[in-house]
């Protein structure tokens, strides 16, 4: 709902060249403010996700993009099976409609949400969002791997041509026997 030290990120962006703050990884540390006392916080049993904190940190300094790291690349379609493709770009609108991510609510169901998220909140017509895999990184920002979320994209989505899915990951558990 807020990032508390969002006016010290800010500062050190605009006035310390060569240092890259970091924040809102893991999320943060859940606190409420006391409804009698409301300068007063007090911890509290929560969970803040990482990306969804970004994505809104993202658009408190104004960012023109956002890109989120996996270690799984971009957003696919029928991940896992033998007709699998990853999404070039699409838009939220899109994204939304086809409910994309959202079978995998603990990975990618999240960044799919910050995507959008950040595109739709950000004051810049032009803003964009991407997901991709970190070893892809240098990759993502020229645009040659991951998936771009913008406010326009031809026909609503678009396929990286060539790409045919990856397996999906089997269990690490060790196979029963009966």
């Known amino acids: ?88 770009a ?9 409910k994309a991510g959202q079978k995998f609510p603990g990975s990618m169901g999240p960044k799919v949400n910050a995507l959008i998220d950040f595109v739709e909140g950000s004051k810049k017509p032009d803003a964009w969002a991407a997901v991709g895999d970190l070893k892809d990184a240098a990759k993502i920002v020229s645009g040659d791997e991951g998936t771009f979320v913008r406010n326009e994209v031809e026909n609503g989505v678009q396929w990286r041509p060539g790409k045919t899915g990856p397996p999906r990951k089997e269990s690490k558990d060790p196979p029963r026997i009966a």
Request: hydrophobic letters at 40%; glycine letters at 14%; aromatic letters at 4%.
């Open 1 to 88: 709902m807020e990032i508390l030290q969002i006016d010290a990120i800010k500062t050190l962006l605009e006035h310390s060249s060569g240092i890259l703050p970091i924040a809102c990884g893991g999320g943060g540390v859940p606190v409420a403010r006391i409804p009698s006392n409301p300068n007063t916080l007090q911890g509290v049993e929560a969970v803040i996700d990482k990306d969804a904190c970004g994505a809104k940190l993202a658009n408190e300094i104004d960012a023109d993009g956002f890109i989120i790291l996996t270690d799984g690349g971009g957003i696919w379609e029928n991940f896992g099976k033998p007709e699998a493709r990853e999404m070039m």
């Open 90 to 98: 699409a838009t939220p609108e899109y994204l939304k409609g086809t």
